[in-house]
């Protein structure tokens, strides 16, 4: 059974950094992809990033330029460096995969950032 922890989130001001960390259990890490998540309230769960098994990368335009995915497969942890940080980066934001052919999901980090 596919595991997905998330952590790293927290309160931080505008214009600041976060660094979110999504680390794997249960699978084969190095030949998967993974995608980062968010949900805003009210709002409908949008992706952020995204990371292939060949380290080749996705970014929303909302966040292009600012955050910024990585994985260290022998850690089998996939990051998120959130800097520049914006008011309507707030979310619930999720580390999500999907390995044959069903959806894994971690329990989400509240990031919250104040103006």
């Known amino acids: 059974q596919v595991q997905l922890v998330e952590s790293g989130g927290g309160l931080v001001q505008a214009g600041g950094s976060l660094r979110l960390s999504c680390v794997a259990s249960?699978?084969?890490?190095?030949?998967?992809?993974y995608t980062w998540y968010r949900q805003a309230p009210g709002k409908q769960r949008e992706q952020v990033a995204y990371?292939?098994?060949?380290?080749?990368?996705l970014y929303a335009d909302s966040v292009k330029g600012r955050f910024t995915i990585s994985r260290n497969n022998a850690k089998n942890t996939v990051f998120l460096q959130m800097n520049s940080l914006l008011p309507e980066d707030t979310a619930v934001y999720y580390c999500?995969?999907?390995?044959?052919?069903?959806?894994?999901w971690g329990q989400g980090t509240q990031v919250t950032v104040s103006s």
């Open positions: 990371i292939g098994a060949g380290g080749g990368t």
């Open positions: 999500y995969t999907n390995q044959g052919w069903r959806d894994y």
């Open positions: 249960g699978t084969t890490f190095s030949v998967n992809a």
